[in-house]
């Protein structure tokens, strides 16, 4: 909780804003005291007794004053928008900041559509929950002064107003709570329905061949059956609660007045005082309704809030450590990794020095891309890994990353063009990056495609393991770490990119893992997996 009031409060426009709101609330209703008290008057010594001397300058006010508060109304509704939305996008970018720097453990059993549903829908809520605490100043301003012309006119009047108070809350005792329960269904239900949704478009070639349209149909279809029972629920709920709200505030001031005229021997009973109460009993009743309304909000957030909390403890990755600038050597010793379940990879010893060309062989799931997730702090492991002679555990993730670069097996084209795919927000000239385009065999691909928004489901598989490799190559690395890049491609495609890799770097280190005979010639060593 303290995270989200300190990303909603942070920023000087923000706090201008809220500076701007509490000065409105209370000139709006100071306002309301002035524009009420002309009301009264020009009923009582202009209206009920045709005196029209002086009528219209003092009608212009009184109108000129309510156009005030309306214009102060629609103030308000900007101001608290524009504060609800910047907090909305505050939220969102501070929490994919927190998971793009979470541990890969924390994705493992969480569905990325989970995730996003997640992120966005909680980060509306929690906006919508601010801007309305922030409403509740208003609220809160606005009953004070409401109450104060009610109890001004009449004192009675304004007692029997807040005995008639508890009758409201004793209407809609408990269902702040009731709310609240179902808030928590709906966040885990539309996560569900957001992953089954987004695994049957992802998976629609397989629905077709497969014919299981009536599966993965029926799977969203039960899902979206839970939403509606608690939707309506819910609607009802807050349905209630509005028109018990609208009982009171219309019944109230009939009965209030009624009373207040029969116990109160010195009650105004003047159209104009009658008017003004008429008017402003509902006002002032309806102030601390909506405060009470800002409550069950709160109660409404509160699974939101609780679901924010859960990115909040996303355990970060550690990138403190020694800084290194450059690569010299790659050393391992006595290497395992144990995964969930008991399974264990060893993994051999080996060393490779600057502008060496290696080749890691062997089966699949044999433990050749687990090297990599391991230099680059993906996994956690035994033994010992030491880089330039240095404990790869004492060496900072952030500088890790940047001497070396890795192509992994499966890359995700991303919805951008096929230049902002490769250069992922380095700056490169046209020069530069026709280069790599030429370096990972897409000649073909800019030529067919050019400025297109790219997906995976353009791109063949071969073409997103070398738009994996340009987008390393983009990079610079000071070794390049090449994850069954090839795999996709034929062999004579893999021959022509390793001998021009090979050739604009040779004296980068490159590391490629393969499980293809043919590949063995292009390299100095292989490192043999299997034995």
């Known amino acids: 909780m303290k995270t989200q009031i300190a990303i909603s409060a942070k920023g000087g426009k923000i ?32 209206l009920m007794v045709q005196n029209f001397d002086g009528f219209i300058p003092r009608l212009l006010l009184m109108a000129g004053l ?17 504060y609800e939305y910047s907090t909305i996008s505050r939220l969102t970018r501070h929490y994919i900041a927190v998971l793009l720097r979470a541990k890969i453990s924390f994705f493992t059993n969480r ?3 989970e995730l996003y549903s997640n992120l966005w829908t909680v980060s509306q ?30 004192l009675w009047a304004g007692i029997f107003s807040i005995v008639a108070l508890p009758v409201y809350f004793l209407l809609t005792v408990g269902l702040g709570n009731k709310v609240s329960d179902q808030q928590h269904a709906y966040v885990a239900t539309v996560a569900d329905l957001a992953t089954a949704t987004q695994e049957s478009l992802e998976n629609v070639a397989n629905v077709k061949a497969k014919g299981a349209y009536d599966f993965f149909i029926g799977r969203s279809a039960a899902v979206l059956r839970k939403i509606k029972k608690i939707v309506v629920k819910v609607t009802v709920i807050e349905s209630y609660i509005s028109n018990i709200t609208g009982l009171v505030r219309m019944i109230a001031p009939l009965l209030i ?32 309704s909506n405060i009470h309304r800002g409550y069950i909000e709160y109660k409404m957030a509160k699974p939101f809030l609780a679901k924010l909390q859960e990115f909040d403890e996303a355990i970060p990755e550690d990138e403190s450590g020694i800084d290194i600038a450059g690569f010299e050597s790659l050393e391992t010793a006595g290497v ?25 062989f062997g089966e699949s799931g044999i433990g050749k891309s687990t090297v990599f997730n391991i230099i680059l702090g993906f996994l956690e492991y035994e033994g010992d890994v030491l880089i330039n002679g240095i404990d790869l555990r004492k060496i900072s993730l952030a500088s890790l990353r940047r001497i070396f670069g890795i192509t992994f097996q499966h890359t995700n084209a991303l919805t951008l063009d096929l230049r902002e795919n490769i250069l992922l927000g380095t700056d490169k000239s046209d020069k530069e990056l026709a280069n790599l385009i030429k370096l990972a065999a897409l000649e073909g691909q800019q030529e067919s495609k050019g400025e297109a928004i790219l997906n995976n489901k353009i791109l063949s598989g071969g073409e997103k393991s070398r738009l994996g490799l340009s987008q390393m190559l983009a990079a610079n690395p000071e070794i390049m770490l090449i ?14 990119i390793l001998r021009e890799i090979f050739n604009e770097y040779p004296e980068r280190a490159i590391i490629c893992v393969s499980h293809r005979n043919s590949s063995k010639p292009y390299f100095d060593r292989i490192v043999d997996f299997n034995k």
Do not use: H, W
Not at 337 to 360: R, W
Not at 483 to 496: G, I, Q, R, V
């Open 257 to 288: 007045i009624f009373v207040s005229m029969g116990i109160s021997g010195n009650f105004e009973a003047s159209a104009g005082n009658v008017m003004v109460l008429f008017i402003n009993i509902p006002l002032f009743l309806g102030g601390l």
């Open 66 to 82: 309510f156009a005030l508060v309306y214009a102060k109304n629609i103030l308000d509704s900007f101001l608290l928008t524009n």
């Open 111 to 113: 569905p990325t559509a």
């Open 336 to 360: 395992r990794v144990s995964f969930e379940g008991g399974a264990t990879i060893s993994v051999p010893d080996f060393k490779i020095s600057k502008s060496e060309k290696i080749m890691f």
């Open 15 to 46: 706090k201008l804003i809220l500076i701007c709101y509490i000065l409105i609330a209370i000139g709006g209703g100071f306002l309301l005291l002035f524009a009420n008290d002309l009301l009264a008057l020009i009923f009582n010594d202009y």
């Open 125 to 154: 809520v929690t906006g919508r929950f601010f801007s309305q605490m922030i409403r509740m100043i208003s609220g809160i301003v606005i009953f004070v002064f409401y109450g104060i012309v009610v109890f001004r006119f009449d």
């Open 483 to 496: 994850d069954e890049a090839f795999s996709n491609m034929d062999e004579e495609l893999e021959a022509k």
